[in-house]
């Protein structure tokens, strides 16, 4: 007899999470090279359930007037509700995490730019349809140590961001404390925790590739091949 | 024998919208008393469905260090999936709200200030749980025109809002075509149409009542009473 855990995460599920909640500047070196001013403390957004692309779902659109720009991304899926977590309790973060993906957080940044110049919501430049490419759901065991496995994302096979996860500014339980003590988050939510240096355009035609890699060594699941 | 439409939105179901957009600036008066720009086209930004408030689930819960603002606006509860609407069809835009509800959109006013200076997102200002109460769903049929109806709210028996929806910049067409250019919208979303002159801030034991008339006449259902 097969048992299946009750809400474990699959491709299906995913779509149906009921909120994605995405850091911003958790890498030192990519607030540098945008020019920003490097959080105190951690900030988010979202990105709607619509915006997911999962794969085998076809290309990025990118829609007209925009500088479409890639952010890879480690991703959370969370397997329980979590509310007004405490920052030390790095057990119940790592508990409240089901599983993981690889996400590329897909950025209208011209729209971006315009909307923090005029003080505007970040919504509009982060939410467009295929905005948010995502990987499979990576087990929870391939990953025994979230904060020191590497990230990379090539376009057209040059390697454009390659770091580790070690280098983020703030680390996943105060990334959940923060965010769970402002919103719930319920299970199945996504957290995605920032990008490292490196990003930069795509224009149609472009193809990129992401992955994780630890000790060296490919994880298959978290491959990200996308138009 | 009863026969239950399908996908008829229930108090149940709108906590399970895959997402809340919510219209910014949509009246002139309002976009004055704040002393922000008038848009030249609308924008909008996303509340997460963990704020969603209903009717009888307790109080507004102010966050430490938080200026609470009231917004009350017209919520549209879509029946039908909208992607790439013409703001010409109007038709079209009709066709796709199955209901509708009266919504207070509550926002961290000090937090939202210090976002707008800052360029950062405005999720966390709108984002904290309770910061959407709702009323009862109410039917299609009860708002022949949602463009003339008046949305009022009080504080303490003081009225603080009382204007008409035939005062918003952009109408539903509009917004849905604007809105689903960007983002698809599913069934079940939920879109906040912008809130009138008034706003203001609330504190813990005030109590907050908010309606809809229609030539003078309450709507029952869209009455919202909260501490
Ligand atoms: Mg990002
Ligand atoms: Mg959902
Ligand atoms: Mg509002």
């Not at 409240?96 to 011209?110: G, H, K, Q």
């Not at 919504?123 to 087990?139: E, M, N």
């Not at 965010?179 to 199945?188: C, D, E, P, R, W």
Request: hydrophobic residues 40%; glycine residues 8%; aromatic residues 6%.
């Amino acid at each position: 007899m097969v048992l299946l855990r009750r809400g474990f995460a699959t491709m299906a599920s995913v779509k149906k999470a009921s909120k994605v909640v995405c850091i911003g500047r958790n890498y030192a070196d990519h607030v540098a090279e945008l020019n920003n001013v490097r959080p105190k403390q951690p900030f988010f957004f979202l990105k709607p359930t619509s915006s997911i692309l999962l794969p085998g779902e076809g290309p990025v659109i990118q829609p007209r007037g925009v500088d479409l720009h890639y952010e890879v991304e480690l991703a959370l899926i969370l397997g329980k509700q979590v509310k007004n977590l405490e920052a030390s309790d790095e057990q119940g973060a790592l508990d409240a995490i089901e599983s993981y993906a690889l996400s590329i957080d897909m950025t209208a940044r011209n729209i971006q730019n315009e909307a923090k110049k005029k003080g505007l919501p970040w919504d509009i430049a982060k939410g467009f349809d295929t905005f948010l490419p995502i990987s499979k759901v990576i087990s929870k065991s391939a990953i025994p140590d979230p904060h020191n496995i590497e990230l990379y994302l090539t376009v057209n096979n040059e390697v454009r961001q390659n770091d580790s996860t070690e280098l983020m500014l703030f680390r996943i339980p105060r990334l959940l404390s923060d965010i769970s003590k402002v919103m719930t988050l319920n299970a199945g939510d996504i957290v995605i925790t920032g990008t490292p240096k490196g990003v930069g355009p795509v224009v149609p035609g472009d193809v990129m590739r992401a992955g994780i890699k630890i000790n060296g060594k490919e994880l298959e699941d978290a491959k990200i091949e996308v138009g």
